[in-house]
């Protein structure tokens, strides 16, 4: 079957970095994303890998190695409005998105 | 500005009704469009796909007789939940390829939907 696993909730401080997993296992790929998600709203698009490698914008990098299906989401200088839950997900050989159950991440002053 | 519009953002109806929810593409034509689900701290759970001027492709375990899904329109699909029950109560997401960026998916508003 297909599965993403990531962290279910992550702690951090304002003003500090942290660094969400993201390990999946789907039939074929076809490029990861990463999407930002405040409780009752939609998905934001954050970020999307295809290739190997580091994707960085602005306070948001995303890293991706295919070899070992992973994938991770770095975010630099937290601020409190980045409290929010991050969702990775995968498109699979139909082109059809697979997401993990979300990462909540909590911002501490 | 937002590229899928989702109405309305929430919705409360009695047990046994039927509710409607739309989905409209703007500025761009969306022959498929994507029906969510997302119960309280869980993750997104695709219910079906829409596809323009065909019927819809439902997930395992989604009943098509019970979500009705019409995409009549190259920039509209519509979700109806028929005959409401209290455990239908969730948040709808609907959300479509842009031609643009076919990589990336953009997202309606959501739905709340809240069946007493």
């Known amino acids: 079957g297909q599965n993403i696993d990531q962290p279910t909730e992550m702690t951090a401080t304002e003003g500090a970095i942290v660094q969400i997993n993201c390990t999946y296992q789907t039939s074929g790929f076809n490029g990861l994303f990463w999407y930002q998600q405040h409780a009752g709203e939609a998905p934001t698009f954050l970020s999307y890998?295809?290739l190997d490698g580091l994707e960085e914008k602005g306070r948001f990098s995303s890293f991706l190695s295919r070899s070992k299906g992973y994938s991770y989401l770095l975010l630099k200088e937290l601020q409190m409005k980045d409290s929010a839950s991050y969702l990775c997900?995968?498109?699979?050989?139909?082109?059809?998105?697979?997401w993990g159950a979300g990462t909540k991440l909590i911002i501490k002053p | 500005g937002a590229v899928v519009s989702q109405h309305p953002s929430w919705v409360i109806c009695k047990s046994g009704t039927s509710v409607k929810i739309e989905c409209r593409s703007l500025?761009?034509?969306?022959?498929?469009m994507f029906w969510y689900r997302q119960f309280p701290k869980q993750s997104l759970m695709l219910m079906a796909t829409?596809?323009?001027?065909?019927?819809?492709?439902?997930e395992q375990g989604v009943e098509k007789d019970k979500f009705l899904i019409n995409h009549a329109s190259l920039t509209l699909s519509t979700l109806t939940v028929t005959s409401a029950h209290p455990e239908d109560s969730s948040f709808y997401i609907c959300?479509?390829?842009?031609?643009?960026?076919?990589?990336?998916?953009?997202f309606g508003q959501g739905t709340r939907l809240t069946v007493v």
């Open positions: 890998n295809v």
């Open positions: 997900a995968v498109k699979d050989s139909n082109y059809q998105l697979i």
């Open positions: 959300s479509a390829p842009t031609p643009a960026r076919e990589t990336e998916a953009f």
């Open positions: 500025d761009f034509q969306a022959t498929t």
């Open positions: 829409s596809n323009e001027g065909s019927k819809a492709t439902y």
